[in-house]
């Protein structure tokens, strides 16, 4: 079983900076894909950011040069940087795993990760 729990969410003026870290417990690095997500209401769950056990990473286009996604091996957390952030990106940010089967990019679907967390909220003031 794999458990995943963010932190970092919180409030910040257009333009801020928010590091989104994702602490995961059973996870084997090796092999597994690490991805955030964000959900605004009445929209789909979104693709941000995902990094593969290798280390390849790929990123939305919307923010792409803005946003950085890393690992801390020794601490097991996925972190997300998150640079010069707009009032449209206020919403839920969640950070998903599987294993070395799925297509490691931020077009995995929800159905392709199975493993979630509950969720951090970013809040982006104009």
């Known amino acids: 079983q794999v458990d995943l729990v963010e932190s970092g969410g919180g409030s910040v003026q257009t333009g801020g900076s928010l590091t989104l870290s994702c602490g995961a417990n059973?996870?084997?690095?090796?092999?597994?894909?690490m991805a955030w997500y964000r959900q605004a209401p009445g929209k789909d769950r979104e693709g941000v950011a995902s990094?593969?056990?290798?280390?390849?990473?790929t990123y939305a286009v919307s923010v792409k040069g803005r946003f950085f996604i890393s690992q801390d091996m020794t601490q097991t957390t996925t972190d997300l940087k998150m640079n010069h952030l707009k009032p449209e990106e206020t919403t839920m940010y969640y950070c998903?795993?599987?294993?070395?089967?799925?297509?490691?990019?931020?077009?995995?679907?929800?159905?392709?990760?199975?493993?979630w967390g509950q969720g951090t909220q970013v809040t982006v003031s104009s």
């Open positions: 059973g996870v084997i690095y090796s092999s597994y894909c």
């Open positions: 998903a795993s599987d294993g070395p089967g799925v297509d490691c990019t931020v077009k995995a679907t929800v159905e392709d990760m199975n493993n």
């Open positions: 990094i593969a056990s290798e280390g390849v990473t």
